[in-house]
């Protein structure tokens, strides 16, 4: 799927979240407020692929650092954060209790800190949300 990227700035793009009813938990709010979601650099459109880490060659479940490698071996990339607010805005379709997490690069080195982000629909609705895991958690297939 196609991704068109970086033409709000964060207040824009916050606005944006709101009035289409997608909630933020703490860890989004907080990647928004330190300016880790990079907006307002250039309009491109990216293309998107949503794979499961069996699909990736992990039958098992993978560690985020393992998954890197995996897609890396396919000539897939991590994407920029800034990807998964935009995916909601333009409709990519989640059923209930479906979740997609957006394969990005360690954003620091305290645990403590949010690590990326995922997409998530639930019975109140769309959800942008921010995630904190060490290196050795391992994703499920």
């Not at 993978?62 to 920029?80: D, G």
């Amino acid at each position: 799927m196609k991704v068109e990227i970086g033409n709000h700035t964060n207040a824009e793009l916050l606005q944006e979240l709101k009035e289409q009813r997608i909630q933020l938990n703490p860890f989004a709010s907080q990647l928004f407020e330190d300016q880790m979601i990079q907006t307002k650099q250039r309009g491109q459109t990216l293309s998107v692929l949503v794979i499961t880490p069996s699909d990736l060659g992990a039958p098992f479940g993978a560690t985020l650092a393992e998954l890197v490698e995996h897609a890396a071996q396919r000539e897939l990339e991590p994407c920029p954060l800034a990807v998964a607010p935009y995916l909601l805005l333009q409709g990519i379709l989640l059923t209930k209790g479906e979740y997609v997490t957006l394969a990005s690069l360690p954003l620091a080195k305290e645990e403590t800190y949010p690590r990326g982000l995922y997409l998530r629909m639930r019975d109140d609705g769309l959800w942008l949300r921010g995630y904190r895991c060490d290196d050795d958690f391992i994703f499920s297939p």
